[in-house]
């Protein structure tokens, strides 16, 4: 998702590469926690998304293209994650009892 805003802010804004920038690290850096295993359940990428966009919107001012998608992806993701949380959280769930099983063999 945070992967998204950044391709949503190349598509809008033609200047601003700092902002780019910004949230190109930001993006990434929540893909390298997942990569790293840093965050250790599904909410803690939830929280890691959310404050994505709670910073975007904290240092842009309301009207500004950046806090205007912030709010859109918020509210999005927000949605996206209710209607999938259970999902998510039994595919979490399985894995981790297959990961023990594996360990225990």
Same mark, same amino acid.
């Given at each position: 998702?945070?992967?998204?805003?950044?391709?949503?802010?190349?598509?809008?804004?033609?200047?601003?590469?700092?902002?780019?920038?910004?949230?190109?690290?930001?993006?990434?850096?929540?893909?390298?926690? @997942?990569?790293?295993?840093?965050?250790?359940?599904?909410? %803690?990428?939830?929280?890691?998304? /959310?404050?994505?966009?709670? !910073? =975007?919107?904290?240092?842009?001012?309301?009207?500004?293209?950046?806090?205007?998608?912030?709010?859109? @992806?918020?509210?999005?993701?927000?949605?996206?994650?209710? %209607?999938?949380?259970?999902?998510? /959280?039994?595919?979490?769930? !399985? =894995?981790?009892?297959?990961?023990?099983?594996?360990?225990?063999?």
């Amino acid at each position: 998702m945070a992967m998204t805003m950044v391709i949503v802010m190349e598509r809008r804004r033609k200047r601003g590469m700092e902002m780019k920038m910004q949230l190109m690290m930001v993006g990434r850096t929540v893909k390298a926690n @997942l990569d790293k295993g840093v965050l250790a359940n599904p909410q %803690q990428f939830k929280d890691d998304v /959310l404050l994505v966009f709670k !910073n =975007a919107m904290t240092y842009n001012p309301e009207g500004h293209d950046v806090h205007v998608m912030a709010k859109t @992806l918020k509210v999005l993701f927000e949605g996206k994650w209710s %209607q999938n949380e259970s999902m998510i /959280l039994d595919a979490y769930n !399985n =894995a981790g009892s297959a990961s023990e099983s594996t360990k225990s063999k």
